[in-house]
């Protein structure tokens, strides 16, 4: 339940800068809404004793919930359109009802994503920095001071809370931690309309993802496995890698992949 520390600073600083701001509310609610949602499974894991956590119907149900009042608040209370611009060609693809649809797989896609990542230490705290400190920066460069000082604030926490998660780890973010990551990042995606950007952004939570989809896919339908471990950080370490090295390449590909996003939308 570590990721308690960098929720509660995030909570604080963004709420002593923008109090009344209707865009960093709205991602902090739906940050710690998910945040919510992992302690109730952190807390049957640990304090109750069920090894499963919360049923994985009803964490999705809370999810989608939670995606479904973000979608709202986009289209209804901002008045945005409903669509997608597509990064480097800015090319603009309407969607209609079925964004609601697309914020939905987007913020559970990306919470569940980080969650997958959290398997080292320092690893998906790392990560969500570079992600989160990359978006900090696009949304000044924007003009959306509110989402700059959520994503500033949402870095910050990630920054001080390295300094017990790196290995090696005195403290464990879990579940509360994990999946409010993800949810605040694909909150920022959201609301500032830049949503497939965050596939570039958060390239490393994607490619995580995208290792544990191909290992399932090839095992069923070939009964091989691609990688010897997945998600695909556990990979490098089967390999040899110490647990150090591997962590410090996933954080120059999270650095990377800032710095493509920011190529791509400036």
């Known amino acids: 339940m570590g990721g308690i520390m960098f929720l509660l600073s995030t909570t604080v600083a963004t709420l002593s800068v923008a109090p009344a701001a209707t865009l960093a509310g709205t991602a902090l609610l739906v940050t710690l809404g998910h945040g919510l949602i992992g302690f109730a499974d952190d807390f049957f894991k640990i304090v109750l004793r069920r ?25 209804t209370y901002l008045g945005r359109e409903t669509e997608l611009t597509i990064p480097f ?21 990306l919470s569940n994503a980080v969650n997958l990542t959290d398997g080292l230490d320092g690893l998906a705290a790392g990560a969500a920095f570079f992600a989160a400190l990359t978006y900090a920066v696009l949304m000044a460069w924007q003009g959306h001071n509110e989402l700059a ?42 609301l500032s309309g830049t949503e497939l950007l965050m596939l570039i952004v958060g390239g490393v939570f994607v490619v995580e993802t995208v290792s544990v989809i191909i290992q399932v896919l090839s095992f069923r339908l070939t009964g091989r496995r691609v990688f010897r471990m997945s998600p695909l950080h556990h990979h490098f370490e089967l390999t040899g890698w110490p647990e150090t090295k591997v962590v410090r390449a996933f954080w120059l590909w999270g650095i990377g992949f800032g710095l493509a996003g920011l190529a791509a939308y400036i």
């Open 51 to 75: 090894p499963l956590g919360l049923k994985a119907r009803h964490k999705l149900l809370g999810q989608a919930l939670l995606g479904i009042v973000l979608a709202i608040t986009v289209a």
């Open 89 to 109: 060609w800015e090319t603009v693809i309407p969607l209609g009802t079925f964004y609601y649809f697309f914020v939905v797989l987007m913020v559970m896609g």
């Open 149 to 190: 000082i959520f994503a500033a604030a949402l870095a910050g926490g990630c920054l001080g809370f390295l300094g017990f998660n790196r290995h090696p780890a005195k403290v464990f973010m879990g579940d509360t931690g994990s999946l409010a990551l993800g949810a605040g990042l694909a909150a920022l995606a959201v």
